[in-house]
Nanobody
Framework: QVKLEESGGEMVQSGGSLRLTCATS????????GGWFRQAPGKEREFVAT????????YYADSVKGRFSITRDNDKNVMFLQMNNLAPEDTAVYLC???????????????????WGQGTQVTVSS
């Protein structure tokens, strides 16, 4: 199975940019579709973006479309989330996820992913 670890979260000002990294180990990441979710205090885990195993297909939540970009490098077993024009409402713990037996595309629910990282905190100040 695959193990996931996020990094890159920090505090930034509104309008700033961050790139999150999801480093994977264990089974080759190219067997898995990948996803990013986020969770703010007291709120449900929210879908952000997903990418197919090859990287050819991506899908975004409307709230981040045009600002965030999900990519992957299967040779290095990593996945990225580039976040631009950040706003205070983007403040959350960001989690990466992986799944090797998707039932549908795009997967937008947290229960469609079996493997999760611990999360990295992103805080956007106004």
């Amino acid at each position: 199975q695959v193990k996931l670890e996020e990094s890159g979260g920090e505090m930034v000002q509104s309008g700033g940019s961050l790139r999150l990294t999801c480093a994977t180990s264990g089974r080759n990441f190219n067997n898995y579709a990948g996803g990013w979710f986020r969770q703010a205090p007291g709120k449900e885990r929210e879908f952000v973006a997903t990418i197919s195993w090859s990287g050819a297909s991506t899908y975004y939540a409307d709230s981040v479309k045009g600002r965030f970009s999900i990519t992957r490098d299967n040779d290095k077993n990593v996945m990225f989330l580039q976040m631009n024009n950040l706003a205070p409402e983007d403040t959350a713990v960001y989690l990466c996820a992986a799944e090797d037996s998707l039932q549908r595309w795009p997967p937008k629910r947290a229960d469609e992913f079996h493997y999760w990282g611990q999360g990295t905190q992103v805080t956007v100040s106004s």
